[in-house]
């Protein structure tokens, strides 16, 4: 019956990818079958830690975040847990060999989360490497199997996808961020004095991550490419939409690209991979 118990558990990560990310959800969907419930399984462990830092304000987030760390490796070392999004998650880990320094990096970006609310240069690189760019490089280990040379040769292209995907949520959350939770990210930025000089050279660098994650996105396995580049094209719309509105408005309110486009870049994207466009 083990087996049925982690089925159950790799489909309720799932379900959490499913109801948080409808984006997330269309690019897992179009990867190989044999790569969506350990996608799954990451995105539902990653979307759990942030949402204890970012949503749980009437408890103790601190208490909340260090059983939720302790309770990963204790996970981990032991094959079993009765959480099951880290049933789902440690078997990701252990099949596909995840290393630990990058699942402690990530919640350290989460535990800098409880208190920090702005950042120098430094925090900022730290911070983007432990929230995102590990997560970039999670995924790649699921998607090259085991081939160390491959993951070796798209490492820093995972990385810089990760980094331009964050930087995008940054902008887009830049509000919310604020107000909501009292944080800047982008470091020597006031948001009170955001204008379109400074949003003008965070767009210049996120533009680069973008331009140095495309070069690895073609070379990923044939299984991994379409999905991969369908959130790439997702977060590209998405921040071509932001580059075209002033700086106040990003300020005011949370740019979204509508589900009704998002399913038409879907057609979209597979229609270029079918015809060998990508």
Known sequence: MMALFNKTALKCSKLITE???????????????????????????VRYADEIVDTFHD??????????KHDTYQAIEEGISLNPV???????????????????????????????????????NEYIYGSAEVVGLMCLRVFCEGNR????????????LGSA??????????????????????????????GCDVKQLIEDDIQRDFDDAYKGIMALPQGAKLGVYLA???????????????????QNERIRVPNPQKFALLAQTYLKFRLNAI
Do not use: W
């Open 19 to 45: 109801h948080y990310s409808t984006s997330f959800t269309l690019g897992i969907k179009t990867l190989d079958r044999r790569f969506h419930m350990p996608i799954y399984a990451i995105y539902g462990f």
């Open 59 to 68: 408890y103790d987030k601190k208490t909340l975040l260090a059983r939720f």
């Open 86 to 124: 880290l049933q789902s998650f440690q078997l990701v880990v252990r099949e596909y060999k995840i290393e630990q320094d990058l699942i402690e990096s990530f919640l350290k970006s989460m535990e800098m989360d409880l208190y920090f609310q702005d950042y120098d240069d430094d925090g900022y």
């Open 149 to 160: 040379s491959e993951f070796d040769r798209l490492c820093e292209p995972a990385r810089k």
């Open 165 to 194: 995907f964050q930087k995008v949520n940054f902008l887009r959350d830049l509000k919310s961020d604020f107000v909501d939770r009292g944080r800047t990210y982008f470091p020597g930025v006031d948001f009170k004095e955001f």
């Open 232 to 250: 790439y094209a997702y977060y590209q719309t998405l921040f071509n939409k932001i580059k075209q509105l002033p700086a106040s408005q990003i």
